[in-house]
């Protein structure tokens, strides 16, 4: 506990930088969001990405990526289009290659995609409120609630000002995906944090008369081989999917590994000294 300065001065960097990134660079989203359609169809012939961009750039349709779901299937998003608009580009896709094939084809409005933002919202409040007050009830202490809230809305931040920094130097893009690795971060947060409140506690119970500082270290000493094993399993996996996985669930993974890190940091970094720090006022 002796780093906590450092750990403020980290996260205070961490949350600095997600802001200035939100602000000047903003998200890029995906028709999940911002409504739009997707088209994915099966090209034997394994085109290049650039001649398939060319070919909508020639039917006036503003394509927003190309992505491979796997060796011969593509995955295009662009910008909502009319029956006629689409018939001409599975026309102009039959020409460009003949066995193309068609697999699926969704258009998604504007609307959905704000009933979507606002279920997220509501989603995460509705966790936070729950958690503290279950967090705080089974420790008989609000301030161990009060903390773990603190700490998971700390990684959703920065998981959130990560992807505006990935969205503008790499294209990564919010979608449907993404909510779900945020909810899970969510949890992933919570859990680690969870286990050494519990230790303190425990240890609290021995010896009531010991140092709340030394209670946090003798606490995080005893868990955090624990936790760190338990997210190294997590990274290993998270990272094999990054590395070997396809473009469609790359982000996802990327996501999740952002969160898995920040959770396992947070557990022992944000959580324990805003304990600390509530224990401290208290006790002025």
Known sequence: MKYR????????LLIATSIFSIA????????????GSILEA??????????LSDLFTQ???????????????????????TPETKTKLNEALKKFDPKYEELRFESVGPILGKELLKKTIFAIILSSLFLLLFIGRRFKDLSFGASAIIAMFHDSFILIGSFSLLGHFFGAELDALFVTALLTTLSASVHDTVVTFDRI?????????IDWVNLANQAVTE?????????????????SLVVLGGDTTRWFAVALLIGVI??????????IPLVLFWKRKSQK
Do not use: H
């Open 5 to 12: 300065p450092l750990f403020y001065f980290i996260s205070f």
């Open 24 to 35: 000047k660079w903003g998200f890029k989203t995906s028709i999940d969001f911002a409504g």
């Open 42 to 51: 099966s090209f034997p012939g394994q085109p290049d990405k650039a001649k």
């Open 59 to 81: 039917q006036n349709l503003p394509l927003n990526s190309i992505s491979l779901a796997n060796q011969k299937n593509y995955l295009f998003k662009f910008q909502n289009i």
């Open 201 to 209: 506690r425990e240890l609290r119970r021995q010896n009531y008369k």
């Open 223 to 239: 868990t955090i081989v624990r936790s760190v094993n338990n997210s190294m399993t997590i990274i290993f996996m998270l990272l």
């Open 262 to 271: 920040c959770g396992t940091y947070s557990s022992t970094a944000v959580a």
